[in-house]
């Protein structure tokens, strides 16, 4: 993919997954920051399972999965 479909996907990634764990965003280049680490971390995660995703549809979901694990994972060392 090129790098304008990583910064959308990112940015779409950060933002479903701020939703989903605390009911908002992060502003954009805070979306894309968690949307693109969280690609790298759901990617790694479906790879564990067996899974594959491909497309447009299938990158934004690993890359939302894969966010939504990394502000789970924060909040809990943050509660620490």
Do not use: C, D, P
Not at 29 to 47: D, K, Q, R, T, Y
Request: charged share 5%.
């Amino acid at each position: 993919m090129g790098f304008i479909a990583w910064l959308i996907i990112g940015g779409l990634a950060g933002w479903i997954a701020g939703n989903i764990m605390r009911g908002g965003g992060f502003g954009i280049l805070g979306n894309i920051g968690v949307g693109i680490v969280g690609a790298v971390v759901g990617g790694f995660l479906f790879s564990l399972l067996g899974l594959t995703s491909g497309g447009f549809i299938g990158s934004l979901v690993t890359a939302t999965v894969g966010a939504v694990v990394l502000l789970w994972v924060i909040s809990k060392v943050k509660q620490s």
